[in-house]
T-cell receptor, first 112, second 112 residues
């Protein structure tokens, strides 16, 4: 069975500092990896994906993620955090088949 | 485009009642899915469909039924509501499985 772990329930960072939200996964075959963001009382919004190719993937709003096959990780990063980045972030994986599995989510708090 | 539309936005039910959560998309997406979101557990896949007339079970299908008679609509039925089904339900769609999903804004369901 495939699974996703987001080891931090919450990440706190000061505005202007770099941020990292961690994600590790377990899946059979080559993974499709995704990051989504959720703002209060809204559905999830797609940020970026990795399917094949470069290990560094660039996405929306200045976010990027680094795929590391040996560590089975797909950490989300941003060089300079904004207060408006504060939200709930979800990592997700899809392996063989049609099912997408989400991690438990990490709340990002960016303080002025 | 409206994207993915879910109705109702809020609903309170009594134990044992049945109801249908509606989901419609206007993007001609083949893949549609239903998730439930519970605190600390991320999103868990209930059922999904890869096209009209085709549905399959996800991670937590018990107590829920789905059908896909058209490309646009993918209703979720609660057969006999239980307090354990209190949750926020999200519908999502994508062109095909493995592509980024578009989410509705959710239905907040309370079972008393």
């Amino acid at each position: 069975a495939q699974s996703v772990a987001q080891p931090e329930d919450q990440v706190n960072v000061a505005e202007g500092n770099p941020l990292t939200v961690k994600c590790t996964y377990s899946v059979s075959g080559n993974p499709y990896l995704f990051w989504y963001v959720q703002y209060p009382n809204r559905g999830l919004q797609f940020l970026l994906k990795y399917i094949t190719g470069d290990n560094l993937v660039k996405g929306s709003y200045g976010f990027e993620a680094e795929f590391n096959k040996s560590q089975t990780s797909f950490h989300l990063k941003k060089p300079s955090a904004l207060v408006s980045d504060s939200a709930l972030y979800f990592c997700a994986v899809q392996g063989a088949g049609n099912m997408l599995t989400f991690g438990g989510g990490t709340r990002l708090m960016v303080k002025p | 485009n409206a994207g993915v539309t879910q109705t109702p936005k809020f609903q309170v039910l009594k134990t044992g009642q049945s109801m249908t959560l509606q989901c419609a998309q206007d993007m001609n997406h083949e893949y549609m899915s239903w998730y439930r979101q519970d605190p600390g557990m991320g999103l868990r896949l209930i059922h999904y469909s890869v096209g009209a007339g085709i549905t399959d079970q996800g991670e937590v299908p018990n107590g829920y039924n789905v059908s896909r008679s058209t490309t646009e609509d993918f209703p979720l039925r609660l057969l006999s509501a239980a307090p354990s089904q209190t949750s926020v339900y999200f519908c999502a769609s994508s062109y095909v499985a493995g592509q980024p999903q578009h989410f509705g804004d959710g239905t907040r369901l309370s079972i008393l």
